[in-house]
């Protein structure tokens, strides 16, 4: 494909995508209606569709329309490259560039791709670093991978990955992190991953379980485990009794093959099976929430939240909270992350927590935005007398 003819392959895509269809979805119709497409194309595409979606307002406004045409011309004009180059009509590249199809200047919100309503919210939560992480959200996120230093240590991952062609470097926020500087696509087709010795893991996600108090011997619950990262990287750091549960089971489904690779057991269980291995010495509750310390990977949760959604979620936070308090021993520790940058899903939730339960201290507060490099996330660990 041509440039051009991927520039018309993406706006095609992002008409699907704003008329409601998950770009995930839209991506894969594509991909099988377009067998002439290489991988170079499909990888191409790709990042247009969702660079377009990270930047949708400001590019936009730079494009003169909320289209799938006027997010690709504003991204190009965003660029600094002329559109009349490759809007030329021919062949399969976009049609020529319209009188009407003129460049507004954005909002100071719309410039930093970031929505009205939410802004008051995220400016109270973030205060001066405002600004520089809705910046910093435009932009596609780094990856990272989680060394299994049960396994081997950092240093040799790094050397073990560079030998099969991938680049990598430590990464300040955890011990165990990689930023991949190199063959990124390379990854799931490693020996290094294959084998259980690297994960993929958000950087800042891997320093949230770093910050939890575990010691070989306990017995602990990831009690909203998705697909097992942080269950995973716990196993990493002692020998627990370890414990999996979700409320969608389904979540879980690659979780026994990916702890058979690493070399790890995690007994996976139903709701039903929860309080009876209770009490816990340590429960983890990493949360359903807006996710919007994760909108660089996520970008579309940015356009679909709306206040209602948010008010749902801060309220299924509590009932989690509510739920998993009585699982924990005395003298044991909940822990409750979020990868939300939103005081009302984080600091304002344990503050309500301790209100409602008495009998709790907190042990550990952090938080971290990606103006840290990995994604934005909150841990609050409490103590149970
Ligand atoms: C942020 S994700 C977890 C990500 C996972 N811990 C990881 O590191 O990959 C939140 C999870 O909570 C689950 N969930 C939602 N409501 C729940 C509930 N009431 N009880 C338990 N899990 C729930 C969701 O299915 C989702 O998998």
């Known amino acids: 494909m041509t440039p051009a003819a991927r520039l018309s392959a993406a706006i095609g895509i992002l008409d699907r995508v704003l008329a409601g269809t998950p770009a995930e979805q839209a991506l894969t119709n594509w991909g099988r209606a377009s067998r002439f497409a290489g991988s170079g194309d499909r990888h191409a595409v790709r990042d247009l569709v969702f660079d377009a979606i990270r930047n949708r307002r400001s590019h ?17 004009r965003a660029a600094g490259v002329n559109p009349d180059t490759l809007f030329t009509g021919e062949g399969h590249a976009p049609g020529p560039v319209t009188a009407g199809e003129q460049p507004q200047t954005p909002s100071e919100l719309a410039a930093l791709d970031c929505p009205d309503w939410l802004a008051p919210a995220l400016q109270a939560s973030l205060g001066g670093d405002f600004a520089p992480v809705m910046e910093t959200l435009r932009h596609r996120a780094p990856v990272f991978l989680r060394v299994n230093t049960a396994r081997l240590s950092r240093d040799a991952a790094i050397a073990r990955l560079a030998a099969e062609g991938i680049g ?29 010795l690297a994960e993929l893991q958000d950087a800042a996600s891997q320093a949230v379980v770093a910050a939890l108090p575990l010691h070989a011997g306990q017995s602990v619950l990831d009690y909203c485990a998705g697909g097992g990262g942080k269950t995973l990287a716990m196993a990493a750091r002692a020998e627990l009794r370890l414990y999996a549960h979700d409320a969608a089971p389904q979540r879980m489904a690659d979780l026994p093959a990916r702890a058979a690779r690493a070399g790890v057991a995690v007994t996976v269980l139903a709701g039903a099976d929860v309080p009876r291995h209770a009490p816990y010495d340590l429960v983890l509750a990493d949360v359903p929430c807006t996710g919007s310390g994760s909108w660089r990977r996520a970008p579309e949760a940015k356009w679909a939240l709306t206040p209602a959604r ?7 936070q509590a009932r989690i909270l509510d739920t998993i308090a009585p699982l924990v021993a005395a003298g044991g520790h909940l822990a409750y992350a979020t990868c939300s940058l939103l005081e009302p899903e984080n600091q304002a939730q344990i503050a309500a927590f301790r209100q409602r339960h008495s009998g709790w201290h907190v042990t550990a507060e952090r938080r971290f935005t990606p103006l840290e490099g990995g994604d934005g996330f909150y841990l609050a660990v409490l103590a149970r007398k």
């Open 168 to 196: 990598t470097r430590p990464h300040p926020l955890a011990e165990t992190a990689l930023e991949v500087t190199g063959n990124a696509r390379k990854i799931q087709i490693s020996p290094s991953y294959l084998e259980g």
């Open 60 to 76: 936009a406004a730079l494009g003169g329309a909320e289209t799938g045409r006027g997010l690709i011309l504003g991204g190009l």
């Open 310 to 316: 948010l008010a749902e979620l801060c309220a299924l």
